[in-house]
């Protein structure tokens, strides 16, 4: 059974730093891995999808990177901003007993708080 | 393009009724997911249908929920006899093909409340 795992849970920074969000995965068989952010009552908004076959994903100053063999995954976000703050959530597509290319199995989040 | 849509953003039910939340996937996608956060949870699966069929539901629980994605009109995720436990934010998600090749679109989810 495929379980994500993201740390921190939470990380209070202020404006202008980069910072680094981390996702692991125990089963690497994997179709694709995707990152969400969730504001606070709102839905997800997807950020960046990384297919198996891929390294890395870059959108505006977002970076995701991913690492199959070691089931881990970063977003790397450059010169954060107050409106950057959200749940940031990881989800990995397949990687449990049966093969399915369609469940998502998400971590639990890490809260971002950029403070101006 | 509207995006994924969900009805009502908030639904409050008494113990004993019947909850009904409705999904309109983006236009052209025929793929429609099902997830459910409960409170200081992650989001589970619940299941996946596809245009008049249910391609999985091992993610629902066994009873008084059922979902259906009709050939006409929007994806309806139907709980009976809600109980205080079924309180908690539902999203649908949905692709154009399978999510392995596409990824998903979420939409803002309906917060059901139980009373």
């Known amino acids: 059974k495929q379980e994500v795992t993201q740390i921190p849970a939470a990380l209070s920074v202020p404006e202008g730093e980069n910072l680094v969000l981390n996702c692991s995965f125990t089963?690497?068989?994997?179709?694709?891995l995707q990152w969400f952010r969730q504001d606070p009552g709102k839905g997800l908004t997807s950020l960046l999808l990384?297919?198996?076959?891929?390294r890395e994903q870059t959108s505006g100053r977002l970076n995701a990177s991913l690492d199959k063999s070691s089931g881990r995954s970063t977003l790397y976000i450059a010169a954060s901003q107050p409106g950057d703050s959200a749940t940031y959530l990881c989800?990995?597509?397949?990687?449990?007993?049966?093969?399915?290319?369609?469940?998502?199995?998400f971590g639990k989040g890490t809260l971002l708080t950029v403070n101006p | 393009n509207a995006g994924v849509m969900q009805n009502p953003r908030h639904l409050v039910r008494r113990r004993g009724q019947e909850a009904r939340l409705r999904c309109s996937p983006m236009?052209?996608?025929?793929?429609v997911y099902w997830y459910r956060q409960l409170p200081e949870e992650g989001l589970k699966f619940m299941v996946y249908?596809?245009?008049?069929?249910?391609?999985?539901e091992s993610g629902m629980p066994k009873e008084r929920f059922s979902a259906e994605f009709p050939k006409e009109g929007p994806s309806i995720l139907r709980i009976q006899q809600v109980v205080r436990g079924d309180s908690a934010a539902y999203f649908c998600?949905?692709?154009?093909?399978?999510?392995?090749?596409?990824?998903?679109?979420f939409g803002s989810g309906t917060r059901l409340t139980v009373v």
């Open positions: 249908l596809q245009k008049e069929n249910i391609i999985d």
């Open positions: 236009k052209g996608h025929s793929h």
């Open positions: 089963d690497s068989a994997i179709y694709n």
């Open positions: 998600a949905s692709s154009p093909g399978l999510g392995s090749n596409y990824g998903y679109t």
């Open positions: 990384i297919q198996s076959s891929q």
């Open positions: 989800a990995v597509n397949g990687g449990n007993s049966g093969g399915s290319n369609y469940k998502l199995t």
